[in-house]
């Protein structure tokens, strides 16, 4: 099955039986790819003893700790074939994981991001704000997931503007100009949440006293990054959306789920404030305990699969977060597959064990 | 200017290169048609030619040769032989 083929199909349209299908098919099919191109992975099958004809479900494929990629390098492709090296958000001093990219992964984390997003925001390309600096996509030959973020979603926009300098501050005669040249047309504005709610929100806030105001009745906001920062601040989700409306009328927000060892499989946040598997990918909450898949409603540790990853053997990964499934093809957004929320990073004792011994053992 | 012209003069300015080095080249063929190099041209074009790329569209670019044939689609109009 090639990924084209999981392309053609709308990306909230499986129902659970449907979509088990094609994730049995096209995982297991990445799994005997990267057991053959990747040498390290290969070892990493052989020394659990996995056998890819024994499976029934994708659900039984192996899983890769995150931080392994921080650890080994990781690939399916010879050096020459590298177009792009993708690297993880970490405070300075932090091992970075590292993703390694071919021209057709690449490209393909680029149209599934579309594909999806398109379902949210409609296709037409917009005029958009990027609320962060401009510095941040500057560095060319290494991307940051903040930059892998921010250029991901600016082919949706037409024309584009930084709301902020490179000190973080506001650029709010540039906003202004902006908003009053695409007066009456749906503006898109992306950024990380936290940024969002510090440099943006906590601004406006400050020139309203002033009697400066904004419109963005008309906008339609796609934030990520995660809720860590905000949640230390007590602001809510609904807090987040509830201020935002007030001080510029913004109303459609959409968060999402994603990180750079999976992009392009992003998770999108409903009409319904739940965030979305699409076909491309999906969502498995395991047990702590013994990593059995859990229940809807129980809480465990969120393994993710990708359709896309051909490059770095990156289809099947255990990520550090926290999560609990809500519901399946059941959502009253009317789409179909899973939803689930996040509930927040494992802490930091809790895996290093497993996943630095079981690092260690293929160096 | 023909549209051929100002279509190559926009890739030679983007990407400061030579007009021997337009044929064949590839998105990622050379360091500054990266991903940041990718969305000028595009807005370049558009510019250039005052038409709006679909999100689609912007993806297929792949190569010098694709985004003439993406600019000859009917939605774009643009004559290439013109």
């Known amino acids: ?363 | 200017m023909s549209n051929l012209e100002k279509y190559n003069k926009i890739f030679i300015s983007t990407f400061e290169i030579k007009a021997e080095e337009l044929e064949g080249l590839n998105y990622q063929g050379i360091s500054a048609w990266d991903s940041v190099g990718h969305m000028s041209l595009i807005s370049s074009l558009e510019n250039a030619f005052d038409i709006m790329f679909d999100t689609m569209d912007v993806i297929d670019f792949s190569s010098y040769e694709k985004g003439k044939e993406i600019l000859s689609k009917e939605e774009y109009g643009i004559d290439f032989n013109a």
């Open chain 1, 1 to 363: 099955m090639t990924f084209d083929e999981i392309m053609s199909i709308p990306p909230y349209s499986l129902n659970e039986k449907e979509k088990t299908k094609l994730l049995t098919k096209r995982l297991s099919e990445l799994t005997k790819h990267h057991a053959k191109a990747c040498p390290e992975y290969q070892r990493m099958l052989n020394s659990i003893g996995f056998d890819i004809e024994s499976i029934e479900s994708y659900k039984e494929l192996p899983f890769l700790p995150v931080r392994l990629f921080k650890e080994l390098v990781l690939k399916s492709i010879p050096q020459e074939d590298i177009v792009k090296t993708m690297t993880s958000s970490g405070t300075t001093g932090q091992a970075v994981s590292k993703i390694y990219l071919d021209r057709n992964t690449s490209a393909n984390q680029q149209k599934t991001m579309v594909k999806i997003v398109q379902e949210f925001t409609g296709s037409a390309r917009m005029p958009m704000i990027i609320i962060d600096c401009p510095n941040v996509v500057k560095n060319r030959a290494m991307f940051s997931a903040r930059g892998a973020g921010i250029l991901g979603f600016s082919i949706f926009g037409a024309k584009k503007i930084y709301a902020l300098d490179d000190e973080m501050r506001l650029d709010v005669g540039a906003l202004k100009s902006f908003l009053e040249e695409n007066k009456g047309q749906k503006i898109l504005l992306f950024g990380f949440t936290f940024m969002i709610w510090q440099h943006f929100y906590k601004e406006l806030l400050r020139l309203k006293e002033e009697g400066i105001t904004f419109d963005l009745s008309d906008g339609v906001l796609i934030h990520g990054g995660g809720w860590k920062k905000l949640i230390s601040e007590a602001v809510s989700h609904d807090e987040f959306h509830k201020r935002l409306e007030d001080i510029c009328g913004l109303k459609d927000i959409h968060d999402y789920y994603g990180m750079v060892e999976q992009t392009g499989c992003i998770y999108m946040e409903c009409e319904c404030g739940h965030l979305h598997a699409s076909n491309f990918s999906d969502v498995i909450i395991r047990r702590p305990i013994d990593f059995s898949e859990a229940a809807i409603g129980e809480t465990g540790i969120i393994q993710v699969v990708s359709t896309i990853p051909e490059s770095y053997p990156g289809h099947s990964l255990l990520t550090e977060d926290e999560g609990e499934i809500l519901g399946v093809d059941d959502c009253p957004c009317g789409r179909k597959g899973k939803y689930f929320k996040i509930n927040g990073r494992l802490k930091n004792a809790e895996i290093r064990g497993c996943s630095d011994t079981y690092a260690d053992k293929f160096r």
